[in-house]
């Protein structure tokens, strides 16, 4: 096999620039590969094969577990390996165009890729966990008509190495690389190195939880979010549990089955309505994949159960899907398809040039109560970081501005598009 970030990536609905590397100075970006991806790597650069199988071993800890930026860090590599490894590769982070920090403590940042592209990750603390939420691509190609992001042109797919790169960058604003020695990863060139004392520290970390509701559809870029996620749960790697991670859809059925057999990580589904009709208008790919195929393919998601539920996203817009009859008719489909479910109401966040409002907070007390009496957890969610767009939907950093007539052309445009795509 050839080193992968030569090979033009997957293409989903839309074009994947898979690569920025080789970069133009020829160095290729060790960010997002798997070991085996590393050894090809190092293979090709001319290293024999055992030597490339040792070396991509410990590479690939001292990205990802220990977060090494520099392979001058890399203390059981022979130090006169390290410039040769330096001279051929890089281990590239997003650039950070600008970091926020909300009155409530959440922080988000603009990141840029190589090739200019901008999004977004927000980090949010609260008293007994930190949740990364990670985007997946710049911008979607779906035109929730109450999301900000939706009135993105997608422009593309994050590369894995994109994606978990957002998750090393929080851990490097955060402090949170363990510190010390490594056991049974010894420096094979006999030097004690200075700083590489003390214990492993992994736990009472900030970061302790993600979930990939940034900007864009996971499932639309599912092998580039698959890739990072395996990275991320990697014991070897940045070693976080899949009971930690959370992938949300706004429903491309087709390839939830394959989301929970080969990622297994917690699902959220973004219903946020109860018919046909508003649904269709609210959330377009459902005029593709309706509710009942969606909440079968919930039913049929695997590993689900009330250890591990399914969360239902339901966004409050006032007058629209907040009635007492919704948060009824919402309870008879949870249970008509049996489904191990909670219910994150979440109040709408405005932005410019949206058409909706929020339900007011006695409406969505109301719909709360109803879903509880019936034995489902449905807790409201508060808005966090909207002071700095950071909070649900608010994110979209392309810098122009469209009006009321150019969003709703986007819009159609979006839609046409989805009916007439083939998958
Ligand atoms: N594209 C994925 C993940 C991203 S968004 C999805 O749609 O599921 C995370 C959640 O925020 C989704 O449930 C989304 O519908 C919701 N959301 C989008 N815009 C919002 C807004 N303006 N106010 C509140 N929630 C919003
Ligand atoms: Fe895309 Fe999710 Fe926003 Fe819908 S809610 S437009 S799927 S990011």
């Known amino acids: 096999m050839r080193c992968p970030m030569q ?51 410990q590479i690939f800890h001292w990205i990802y577990h220990r977060g ?44 840029r890729s ?85 214990n492993y520290r992994s736990d009472g970390r900030m970061l302790t939880n993600i979930v990939m509701m940034g900007m864009g559809e996971p499932l639309y870029n599912f092998d580039n979010v698959r890739d990072a996620l395996k990275l991320v749960m990697d014991p070897e790697g940045l070693s976080l549990s899949k009971r930690r991670i959370t992938l949300s859809t706004s429903g491309v059925v087709p390839t939830m089955a394959k989301a929970g057999a080969e990622i297994g990580v917690n699902l959220a589904v973004s219903l946020h309505a109860v018919t046909k009709e508003v649904r269709d208008e609210i959330v377009p790919i459902n005029r593709k994949y309706g509710i009942e195929e969606l909440l079968q393919a919930c039913a049929d998601y695997p590993g689900a159960n009330n250890a591990r539920r399914i969360t239902f996203e339901y966004v409050m817009l006032k007058d629209k899907n907040d009635s007492d009859d919704d948060a009824r008719e919402l309870v008879r489909l949870i249970k008509q ?19 909706y409002e929020c339900s007011t907070p006695e409406r969505i007390r109301s719909f709360s109560n109803i879903v509880f009496g019936e034995g489902i957890s449905a807790p409201i969610r508060t808005p966090r970081g909207r002071d700095i767009d950071a909070a649900c939907g608010q994110l979209k950093t392309a810098a122009k501005k469209m009006n009321r007539a150019e969003l709703d052309r986007l819009a159609d445009e979006k839609s046409a598009q989805l009916e007439g795509s083939a998958d």
């Open 337 to 355: 398809y049996d489904l191990p479910a909670k219910v994150n109401l979440i109040p709408f966040n405005p932005w410019p040039g949206a058409i």
């Open 7 to 57: 090979i033009p990536g997957h293409i989903d609905p839309v074009v994947t620039p898979r690569s920025v590397t080789p970069r133009e100075d020829g160095r290729v970006d060790l960010m997002g590969l798997t070991k085996l991806q590393i050894r090809d790597c190092l293979a090709e650069a001319g290293l024999d094969a055992k030597a490339a199988k040792l070396r991509s071993k």
């Open 68 to 111: 090494v930026t520099d392979f001058a860090g890399m203390t059981d590599i022979s130090k006169t390996q390290r410039p040769f490894l330096a001279e051929k590769f890089v281990l590239g982070r997003p650039q950070v165009v600008e970091a926020q920090v909300s009155e409530d403590g959440t922080r988000k940042w603009l990141l």
């Open 114 to 198: 190589d090739d200019g592209q901008d999004y977004e990750m927000v980090f949010i603390p609260d008293a007994d966990r930190g949740t990364l939420c990670v985007s997946s691509q710049v911008g979607c190609t779906l035109n929730c008509r109450f999301c900000h992001t939706g009135t993105m042109r997608l422009v593309r797919n994050l590369t894995p190495g994109e994606i978990v790169g957002q998750v090393m960058l929080a851990r490097d604003a955060l402090g949170e690389w363990p510190k010390g020695n490594m056991a049974g990863f010894g420096d094979d060139d006999g030097a004690e190195d200075e700083g590489d004392v003390g």
